[in-house]
T-cell receptor, first 114, second 113 residues
Framework: AQSVTQLDSQVPVFEEAPVELRCNYSSSVSVYLFWYVQYPNQGLQLLLKYLSGSTLVESINGFEAEFNKSQTSFHLRKPSVHISDTAEYFCAVSGGGSQGNLIFGKGTKLSVKP | DGGITQSPKYLFRKEGQNVTLSCEQNLNHDAMYWYRQDPGQGLRLIYYSQIVNDFQKGDIAEGYSVSREKKESFPLTVTSAQKNPTAFYLC????????????FGDGTRLSIL
Protein backbone atom coordinates (compact mmCIF):
# COMPACT_ATOMS: atom_id res chain seq x y z
CA ALA A 1 0.00 0.00 0.00
CA GLN A 2 1.10 3.51 -0.70
CA SER A 3 1.56 6.08 2.02
CA VAL A 4 2.87 9.60 2.40
CA THR A 5 4.57 11.05 5.45
CA GLN A 6 5.01 14.75 5.95
CA LEU A 7 7.43 14.93 8.81
CA ASP A 8 6.54 18.39 10.11
CA SER A 9 3.00 19.47 10.91
CA GLN A 10 4.06 23.11 11.36
CA VAL A 11 7.04 25.08 10.09
CA PRO A 12 7.52 28.66 11.28
CA VAL A 13 10.10 30.75 9.46
CA PHE A 14 11.03 34.39 9.09
CA GLU A 15 10.51 36.25 5.84
CA GLU A 16 13.36 35.87 3.32
CA ALA A 17 14.66 32.75 5.06
CA PRO A 18 14.99 29.46 3.18
CA VAL A 19 12.52 26.68 3.88
CA GLU A 20 12.28 22.94 3.29
CA LEU A 21 9.05 20.99 3.74
CA ARG A 22 9.77 17.31 3.96
CA CYS A 23 7.84 14.51 2.28
CA ASN A 24 8.59 10.80 2.21
CA TYR A 25 6.52 8.16 0.49
CA SER A 26 6.30 4.41 0.35
CA SER A 27 5.21 2.52 -2.72
CA SER A 28 5.98 -0.74 -4.45
CA VAL A 29 5.27 0.71 -7.89
CA SER A 30 6.47 3.66 -9.92
CA VAL A 31 4.89 6.82 -8.62
CA TYR A 32 3.81 10.25 -9.61
CA LEU A 33 4.42 12.89 -6.93
CA PHE A 34 2.65 16.17 -6.27
CA TRP A 35 2.71 19.19 -4.00
CA TYR A 36 -0.50 21.14 -3.44
CA VAL A 37 -0.94 24.43 -1.57
CA GLN A 38 -4.04 25.46 0.37
CA TYR A 39 -4.58 29.05 1.45
CA PRO A 40 -7.00 29.67 4.36
CA ASN A 41 -10.62 28.73 3.58
CA GLN A 42 -9.81 27.81 0.01
CA GLY A 43 -9.43 24.68 -2.03
CA LEU A 44 -6.14 23.18 -3.08
CA GLN A 45 -3.98 24.41 -5.92
CA LEU A 46 -1.49 22.21 -7.70
CA LEU A 47 1.95 23.66 -7.00
CA LEU A 48 4.17 21.25 -8.90
CA LYS A 49 4.39 17.63 -9.94
CA TYR A 50 6.85 14.95 -10.89
CA LEU A 51 5.70 12.48 -13.53
CA SER A 52 8.93 11.49 -15.27
CA GLY A 53 12.13 12.96 -16.67
CA SER A 54 14.15 15.50 -14.71
CA THR A 55 14.03 14.80 -11.00
CA LEU A 56 14.03 18.53 -10.16
CA VAL A 57 10.72 20.26 -10.80
CA GLU A 58 9.90 23.92 -10.28
CA SER A 59 6.80 26.03 -9.75
CA ILE A 60 6.17 29.49 -11.13
CA ASN A 61 6.45 31.13 -7.70
CA GLY A 62 9.95 29.97 -6.78
CA PHE A 63 9.30 26.61 -5.13
CA GLU A 64 11.13 23.51 -6.27
CA ALA A 65 11.06 19.83 -5.34
CA GLU A 66 13.44 17.01 -6.08
CA PHE A 67 12.42 13.42 -6.58
CA ASN A 68 14.90 11.15 -4.82
CA LYS A 69 14.08 7.56 -5.59
CA SER A 70 16.73 6.04 -3.34
CA GLN A 71 15.51 8.02 -0.34
CA THR A 72 11.84 7.85 -1.43
CA SER A 73 11.56 11.58 -0.83
CA PHE A 74 10.07 14.59 -2.59
CA HIS A 75 11.00 17.53 -0.38
CA LEU A 76 9.74 21.01 -1.23
CA ARG A 77 12.16 23.93 -1.01
CA LYS A 78 12.24 27.66 -1.49
CA PRO A 79 15.41 29.73 -1.04
CA SER A 80 13.62 32.86 0.22
CA VAL A 81 10.02 32.87 1.45
CA HIS A 82 7.48 35.70 1.49
CA ILE A 83 4.62 36.46 3.85
CA SER A 84 2.27 35.42 1.05
CA ASP A 85 3.67 31.88 1.13
CA THR A 86 1.88 31.31 4.44
CA ALA A 87 -0.40 28.36 3.74
CA GLU A 88 -0.77 24.64 4.26
CA TYR A 89 1.16 22.39 1.90
CA PHE A 90 0.18 18.85 1.02
CA CYS A 91 2.38 16.19 -0.55
CA ALA A 92 0.58 13.49 -2.55
CA VAL A 93 1.49 10.32 -4.38
CA SER A 94 -0.26 8.39 -7.12
CA GLY A 95 0.75 5.13 -8.70
CA GLY A 96 -1.46 2.40 -10.04
CA GLY A 97 -4.76 1.80 -8.31
CA SER A 98 -7.95 3.65 -9.05
CA GLN A 99 -8.18 6.80 -11.08
CA GLY A 100 -7.81 9.89 -8.95
CA ASN A 101 -6.62 7.88 -6.00
CA LEU A 102 -4.08 10.35 -4.79
CA ILE A 103 -2.75 9.51 -1.36
CA PHE A 104 -2.25 12.73 0.58
CA GLY A 105 0.03 13.47 3.47
CA LYS A 106 -1.42 15.16 6.53
CA GLY A 107 -0.13 18.53 5.52
CA THR A 108 2.48 21.03 6.75
CA LYS A 109 1.44 24.50 7.86
CA LEU A 110 4.01 27.05 6.79
CA SER A 111 3.91 30.29 8.77
CA VAL A 112 6.08 33.10 7.47
CA LYS A 113 6.70 35.86 10.00
CA PRO A 114 7.98 39.37 9.28
CA ASP B 1 -12.63 32.42 -16.23
CA GLY B 2 -12.95 28.66 -16.02
CA GLY B 3 -13.08 26.96 -12.69
CA ILE B 4 -14.94 24.88 -10.16
CA THR B 5 -17.79 26.32 -8.13
CA GLN B 6 -18.85 24.67 -4.91
CA SER B 7 -21.95 25.75 -3.05
CA PRO B 8 -22.84 26.52 -0.42
CA LYS B 9 -19.66 27.59 1.33
CA TYR B 10 -21.10 26.67 4.73
CA LEU B 11 -23.81 24.10 5.37
CA PHE B 12 -25.49 22.91 8.52
CA ARG B 13 -27.24 19.59 8.87
CA LYS B 14 -29.64 18.33 11.46
CA GLU B 15 -29.35 14.82 12.77
CA GLY B 16 -30.97 12.30 10.43
CA GLN B 17 -31.08 14.65 7.49
CA ASN B 18 -29.61 14.20 4.01
CA VAL B 19 -27.83 17.17 2.48
CA THR B 20 -26.48 17.72 -1.02
CA LEU B 21 -23.32 19.62 -1.85
CA SER B 22 -23.10 21.18 -5.27
CA CYS B 23 -20.07 21.09 -7.57
CA GLU B 24 -20.11 22.68 -11.02
CA GLN B 25 -17.21 23.06 -13.44
CA ASN B 26 -16.91 24.94 -16.71
CA LEU B 27 -13.49 23.59 -17.63
CA ASN B 28 -14.87 20.89 -19.95
CA HIS B 29 -13.08 18.31 -17.80
CA ASP B 30 -14.11 14.68 -18.07
CA ALA B 31 -13.08 13.55 -14.57
CA MET B 32 -14.41 14.89 -11.28
CA TYR B 33 -13.70 13.97 -7.66
CA TRP B 34 -14.95 14.49 -4.13
CA TYR B 35 -12.56 14.60 -1.19
CA ARG B 36 -13.12 14.96 2.50
CA GLN B 37 -10.64 16.95 4.58
CA ASP B 38 -10.40 16.61 8.34
CA PRO B 39 -7.98 18.65 10.48
CA GLY B 40 -4.56 17.04 10.54
CA GLN B 41 -5.73 14.22 8.27
CA GLY B 42 -5.01 15.36 4.76
CA LEU B 43 -7.56 14.56 2.06
CA ARG B 44 -9.39 11.30 1.49
CA LEU B 45 -11.20 10.32 -1.70
CA ILE B 46 -14.96 9.76 -1.39
CA TYR B 47 -16.09 9.24 -4.99
CA TYR B 48 -14.80 9.96 -8.46
CA SER B 49 -16.26 10.01 -11.93
CA GLN B 50 -14.31 9.56 -15.14
CA ILE B 51 -17.18 10.26 -17.49
CA VAL B 52 -20.86 11.15 -17.54
CA ASN B 53 -23.17 8.50 -16.05
CA ASP B 54 -20.27 6.67 -14.47
CA PHE B 55 -18.73 6.94 -11.00
CA GLN B 56 -16.62 4.85 -8.67
CA LYS B 57 -16.23 4.58 -4.92
CA GLY B 58 -13.13 5.98 -3.33
CA ASP B 59 -11.63 5.09 0.01
CA ILE B 60 -14.43 6.38 2.25
CA ALA B 61 -17.65 6.13 0.24
CA GLU B 62 -19.87 4.76 3.01
CA GLY B 63 -22.63 7.20 3.92
CA TYR B 64 -22.25 9.20 0.71
CA SER B 65 -23.82 9.10 -2.75
CA VAL B 66 -23.17 10.91 -6.02
CA SER B 67 -24.58 11.33 -9.50
CA ARG B 68 -23.06 12.45 -12.81
CA GLU B 69 -25.94 13.21 -15.15
CA LYS B 70 -24.10 16.11 -16.78
CA LYS B 71 -20.45 16.63 -17.55
CA GLU B 72 -20.44 19.93 -15.67
CA SER B 73 -22.03 18.72 -12.46
CA PHE B 74 -21.08 16.20 -9.77
CA PRO B 75 -23.25 16.67 -6.67
CA LEU B 76 -22.45 14.84 -3.45
CA THR B 77 -25.17 13.76 -1.02
CA VAL B 78 -24.21 13.22 2.59
CA THR B 79 -26.78 10.78 3.90
CA SER B 80 -27.97 10.18 7.45
CA ALA B 81 -25.91 6.99 7.37
CA GLN B 82 -22.74 9.07 7.55
CA LYS B 83 -22.27 9.22 11.32
CA ASN B 84 -19.48 11.78 11.39
CA PRO B 85 -20.17 14.19 8.54
CA THR B 86 -18.58 17.31 10.01
CA ALA B 87 -15.69 18.10 7.66
CA PHE B 88 -14.47 20.27 4.83
CA TYR B 89 -15.51 18.85 1.45
CA LEU B 90 -13.52 19.55 -1.68
CA CYS B 91 -14.53 18.92 -5.28
CA UNK B 92 -11.86 18.59 -7.95
CA UNK B 93 -11.53 17.91 -11.65
CA UNK B 94 -8.99 16.78 -14.22
CA UNK B 95 -8.99 17.03 -17.96
CA UNK B 96 -9.21 13.31 -18.68
CA UNK B 97 -8.79 9.82 -17.38
CA UNK B 98 -5.26 9.11 -16.22
CA UNK B 99 -4.74 12.67 -15.00
CA UNK B 100 -4.66 13.56 -11.34
CA UNK B 101 -6.84 16.38 -9.98
CA UNK B 102 -5.57 19.73 -11.13
CA UNK B 103 -8.35 22.10 -10.17
CA PHE B 104 -10.13 22.28 -6.85
CA GLY B 105 -13.15 24.22 -5.72
CA ASP B 106 -13.04 26.42 -2.64
CA GLY B 107 -14.79 23.80 -0.56
CA THR B 108 -17.95 23.41 1.52
CA ARG B 109 -17.72 23.25 5.29
CA LEU B 110 -20.43 20.96 6.69
CA SER B 111 -21.39 21.08 10.35
CA ILE B 112 -23.96 19.23 12.44
CA LEU B 113 -26.50 21.19 14.43
Amino acid sequence: AQSVTQLDSQVPVFEEAPVELRCNYSSSVSVYLFWYVQYPNQGLQLLLKYLSGSTLVESINGFEAEFNKSQTSFHLRKPSVHISDTAEYFCAVSGGGSQGNLIFGKGTKLSVKP
Amino acid sequence: DGGITQSPKYLFRKEGQNVTLSCEQNLNHDAMYWYRQDPGQGLRLIYYSQIVNDFQKGDIAEGYSVSREKKESFPLTVTSAQKNPTAFYLCASSIAQGNQPQHFGDGTRLSIL
